[in-house]
Nanobody, 117 residues
């Protein structure tokens, strides 16, 4: 059974940093991609950053230059280094792992990030 477990969330002041970690277990083979999403109260879940099995990264414009996604070679752990945090970054952050064929997606339970002004 595939499980994704996030950690590293918390409360931080604006301008501070946090590092989120997502550990995957029960996977067979490599995820084709892993990513971080976030959902703020009253808003839809949105993609923050993603990384492919070959290391290609994609970032939402709102976090470019502040957040960095990385992964281990086995695609069992994905990190999100978040610097210069802003109050608008406050959300529940979710990790996702994807197999392309057949298409399967797995989500973690989420970790709360709160940035105070």
């Amino acid at each position: 059974q595939v499980q994704l477990v996030e950690s590293g969330g918390g409360l931080v002041q604006a301008g501070g940093s946090l590092r989120l970690s997502c550990a995957a277990s029960g996977i067979i083979g490599l995820f084709n991609a892993m990513g971080w999403y976030r959902q703020a109260p009253g808003k839809q879940r949105e993609v923050v950053a993603s990384i492919s099995s070959v290391g290609r990264t994609v970032y939402d414009d709102s976090v470019k230059g502040r957040f960095t996604i990385s992964r281990d070679n086995a695609m069992t752990t994905v990190l999100l280094q978040m610097n210069d945090l802003k109050p608008e970054d406050t959300a529940v952050y979710y990790c996702k792992g994807v197999y392309d064929w057949p298409r399967r997606e797995y989500w973690g339970q989420g970790t709360q990030v709160t940035v105070s002004s």
